[in-house]
Nanobody, 125 residues
Framework: QVQLVESGGGSVQAGGSLRLSCAAS????????MAWFRQVPGKEREAVAA????????YYADSVKGRFTISQDNAKNTNYLQMNSLKPEDTAMYYC??????????????????WGQGTQVTVSS
């Protein structure tokens, strides 16, 4: 059974940085699309970034382009989201997701069959 475990969340001031990690265990088919989503209470889950594990092609939401970087270490089965120049509007629960054989539908949460438990990111002004 595939497990995704996020870590690295926390509280920072605006302009600060955090790096989220997502460690995958169990049998996960590769290549696959790994992504990060975020959600605030009362709102829908929003796709933030994705990466295709074979070749490393990346995808970003417009709201985070130039500030966030997604990367993948296949040897460690770990995915990372480096978040720089954080803004209060980045405050959310961040979820790691994986499973689809391509990133065609990376912005759609129903395309992902594996999810982590989430890690909270809070950015204060």
């Amino acid at each position: 059974q595939v497990q995704l475990v996020e870590s690295g969340g926390g509280s920072v001031q605006a302009g600060g940085s955090l790096r989220l990690s997502c460690a995958a265990s169990g049998l996960i088919d590769r290549p696959t699309c790994m992504a990060w989503f975020r959600q605030v209470p009362g709102k829908e889950r929003e796709a933030v970034a994705a990466i295709y594990t074979d070749g490393g092609h990346t995808y970003y939401a417009d709201s985070v382009k130039g500030r966030f970087t997604i990367s993948q270490d296949n040897a460690k089965n770990t995915n990372y989201l480096q978040m720089n120049s954080l803004k209060p509007e980045d405050t959310a629960m961040y979820y790691c997701a994986g499973g689809p054989s391509s990133c065609w539908y990376w912005t759609q949460e129903h395309a992902f069959g594996h999810w982590g438990q989430g890690t909270q990111v809070t950015v204060s002004s």
